[in-house]
């Protein structure tokens, strides 16, 4: 097939793969693959070749998405809650594979109050889900991801395997998120650290990518206010999109990014280098 004959789409992919970005024969798995970040993360891992399973809390939005797939066929659904560690097992269980090559930690989730009016409750919710999931995954993964590692650098297909954690501009400076979704970011890209440190002895890559405002369900749930201030507040004044965070997760998912690890990669905008520097009251008549 000529260049000239292919699709937008299939130009972009060849463009990538040709980058160093080919996860051909990959296994991947994303968390919170049904919606936002998740699926468009799961939608182009697949369409550079990999074999992708995606999990979620509900077995209908999990089809769904599914159906939305590139090379569906290739495309693994799972039902688990990773906010116990019994749910993790569980999970672990039902990976279709012995090796792991890729793991996505994009589950997530928020409440929005002032800091003073948290209780208990909302910072174990908020934590466990984004944080301790995250941490108990990755590490019940290990074996995995040591497996695919030797088997790929073994082989020579690649470097070894890779971790891409999604954290948030919130882990580096106070937004108006709230105060527990900013201290599990920020968590989980200290643990990006540590991790991409004590790993590299087993070929393990550890990344963070850390958007801004996206446009995502997560975000519908925010005070538009906050939301049109925020956007104001960024260099290139727009909200981003979900597969404008999807390209680096994959970058850093792939041999395009061999000899990156320990890093947050910040994809807001502009965000973190102008900074919101005003503190409004969005919870005030919430």
């Known amino acids: 097939m000529s260049e000239r ?9 060849s463009s990538l793969q040709s980058a160093g970005m080919d996860l051909e024969g990959s296994k991947v798995l994303v968390t919170g693959g049904s919606r936002g970040i998740g699926l468009a993360a799961a939608e182009l891992l697949l369409s550079l070749g990999a074999e992708v399973a995606i999990c979620a ?22 039902v688990a809650d990773l906010s116990s560690q019994a749910g993790i097992k569980a999970l672990v269980e039902k990976l279709p594979w012995s090796e ?53 650098r073994s082989s020579g297909k690649r470097s070894g395997a890779s971790v891409v954690n999604l954290s948030s501009v919130a882990g580096c400076c106070h937004i108006p998120s709230g105060f527990p979704y900013a201290a599990s970011k920020a968590a989980m890209d200290q643990m990006t650290r540590n991790l991409a440190v004590e790993w590299a002895r087993f070929g393990i890559r550890v990344n963070s990518v850390a958007p801004g405002v996206i446009e995502t369900p997560l975000i519908q749930t925010a005070s538009p206010v906050y939301v049109r201030d925020f956007t104001n507040l960024k260099p290139m004044k727009r909200v981003g999109q979900a597969k404008e965070v999807a390209r680096p997760i994959a970058f850093l998912a792939s041999d395009a990014s061999s000899f990156v690890t320990g890093q947050t990669l910040y994809v807001d905008g502009g965000f973190t280098a102008a900074g919101f520097n005003q503190i409004p009251g969005y919870w005030e008549n919430a």
């Open 57 to 78: 809390r509900g077995a209908e939005d999990l089809e769904a998405a599914r159906k939305k797939m590139p090379r569906r066929e290739s495309c693994h659904t799972i």
């Open 100 to 152: 792991l090559d890729v793991l996505v930690n994009n589950c997530g989730t928020n409440i929005r109050k002032k800091a003073e009016d948290f209780q208990e409750e909302d910072f174990n919710k908020v934590f466990s889900t984004n944080f301790m999931s995250c941490m108990w995954l990755t590490q019940a993964v290990l074996p995995l991801l040591q497996k695919a590692s030797e088997s790929s």
């Open 5 to 13: 004959s292919r699709s937008p789409a299939e130009r972009g992919r």
